[in-house]
């Protein structure tokens, strides 16, 4: 990495954004293809009548759940151009580039002070060619490139907020060609948090580029119930931590613990605005390979972000292997953009199951025991006919499992799930 400074300078300039986009109605109560054509046809129907208040200028972002790498769960404050450089270079030559990861995201820390104009500084030391060479570097690599700030007057790392500057921070934003941000809800002593958001979610707008706008107020004031048109995600959880069911007093949590704070919170997410359980810990060394597969697995099934959170020019192949396994990505991006939902809870084994634009069914066993058991999956607890065929694939053998009558049993690990796609005949 000793070229970094030679290779941000001579970075050619980001390409267009936005292509592609179009603007899209909620739709996380439609669940067949049919209904989805006529929800799409209401909608053209509700603004050509003056309902063009439930349209935003936003729109059209994040129609599946963003894909990307963000620096805090491996190395908190620890960022720099280089690092971030060599993650965007690692999602590029790991081919998770090619299987959806886009967005690079610096978190918390990159900032150190206000100028005299009000202006938020980079880290000089640390980001020394600037944000506006870094972030040309990351689109030369045909990624994207999201940067953090924070509503109150200080970050959670106590670095400058946003809080009376928004306007002036997003104009930099769009300036240095940030393509999303992350605003965190640290330090907000006395604000509202639906009007915090949507003053930064403006200024957004108003720069006129496309900058996806993830909500972090770690689901204290329900976002869910507000921040559909706020932003396209909203965490609904306090801090994911690098372990299965461990708990901090704090408020951060394992991956099961946040898999059960999801459970009713489908209804909430479709196409444009998604519930955010955090970041992926996948890689990070405190989960097994079977729970890395889990924790994957869990956030496509319930329509997550799914940002990466490791080091990856060091990742090992079975991680690549989890974090680019595109049939399970796949259930992730789905254009239907439902979350997934608990259809049986047997105690330490449960079903899960996320409908697909094609009217298949993604299914996952989840054996939360510490014994391998078999789990099955009923046609009629996911709204298949019961008597029904159904073909059964399985998402991370890559192998199909044969014509199932009615029903589907495998057996399951422990902390394990078995993810299969099932598809009516
Ligand atoms: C909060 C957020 C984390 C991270 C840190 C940074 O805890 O929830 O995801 O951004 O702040 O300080």
């Given at each position: 990495m000793s070229n970094d400074m030679g290779t941000l300078r001579g970075s050619p300039n980001p390409p267009a954004m936005g292509s592609g986009e179009q603007s899209s109605p909620s739709l996380h109560a439609i669940n067949t293809p049919l209904m989805l054509v006529l929800a799409r046809v209401g909608l053209v129907f509700a603004l050509l009548c003056g309902g063009a208040s439930v349209a935003h200028a936003g729109d059209g972002l994040a129609q599946t759940p963003p894909m990307g790498w963000n620096s805090w769960n491996r190395f908190g404050c620890n960022v720099s151009e280089k690092l971030i450089l060599g993650a965007a270079g690692a999602l590029v030559s790991s081919r998770m580039k090619a299987a959806g990861y886009t967005y690079v995201v610096i978190d918390d820390c990159w900032q150190t002070k206000r100028d005299e104009r009000g202006t938020i500084v980079a880290d000089p030391a640390r980001f020394p060619s600037g944000m506006k060479a870094l972030a040309a570097a990351v689109h030369a690599k045909g990624l994207k490139f999201g940067i953090y700030s924070d509503a109150g007057t200080m970050t959670c790392a106590k670095r400058p907020g946003s809080k009376d500057h928004e306007s002036q921070d997003a104009k930099t934003y769009a300036e240095w060609g940030v393509d999303y941000l992350k605003y965190d809800w640290c330090n907000t002593e006395g604000q509202d948090s639906r009007d915090a958001y949507m003053k930064m979610s403006r200024a957004l707008r108003a720069t006129g580029r496309p900058i996806v706008f993830s909500i972090c107020e770690w689901g204290a004031t329900k976002p869910w119930t507000w921040a559909q048109g706020v932003g396209q995600l909203w965490r609904a959880t306090g801090d994911i931590q690098d372990c299965w069911d461990c708990g901090k007093s704090w408020g951060g949590m394992g991956v099961v613990h946040i898999i059960d704070l999801m459970a009713d919170l489908y209804p909430f997410a479709g196409p444009g605005h998604f519930n955010d359980p955090d970041m992926l810990e996948i890689g990070n060394g405190g989960l097994t390979l079977e729970e890395n597969r889990s924790h994957f697995s869990f956030w496509a099934l319930l329509a997550a972000p799914l940002i990466a959170g490791n080091d990856l020019p060091a990742m090992t192949p079975e991680i690549r292997d989890i974090l680019t396994n595109r049939e399970v990505i796949a259930v992730d991006?789905?254009?239907?953009?439902?979350?997934?939902?608990?259809?049986?809870?047997?105690?330490?084994?449960?079903?899960?199951?996320?409908?697909?634009?094609?009217?298949?069914?993604?299914?996952?066993?989840?054996?939360?025991?510490?014994?391998?058991?078999?789990?099955?999956?009923?046609?009629?607890?996911?709204?298949?006919?019961?008597?029904?065929?159904?073909?059964?694939?399985?998402?991370?053998?890559?192998?199909?499992?044969?014509?199932?009558?009615?029903?589907?049993?495998?057996?399951?690990?422990?902390?394990?799930?078995?993810?299969?796609?099932?598809?009516?005949?």
């Open positions: 991006q789905d254009a239907l953009g439902m979350q997934g939902r608990k259809v049986f809870d047997g105690g330490a084994q449960e079903v899960w199951m996320k409908p697909l634009a094609d009217g298949s069914r993604a299914v996952i066993l989840f054996n939360r025991g510490t014994e391998a058991a078999p789990i099955a999956v009923s046609w009629e607890d996911i709204g298949l006919f019961p008597g029904g065929k159904a073909r059964v694939r399985d998402l991370w053998k890559h192998a199909d499992a044969g014509i199932a009558t009615g029903r589907y049993e495998a057996k399951v690990a422990p902390h394990g799930v078995v993810m299969v796609r099932i598809t009516a005949q």
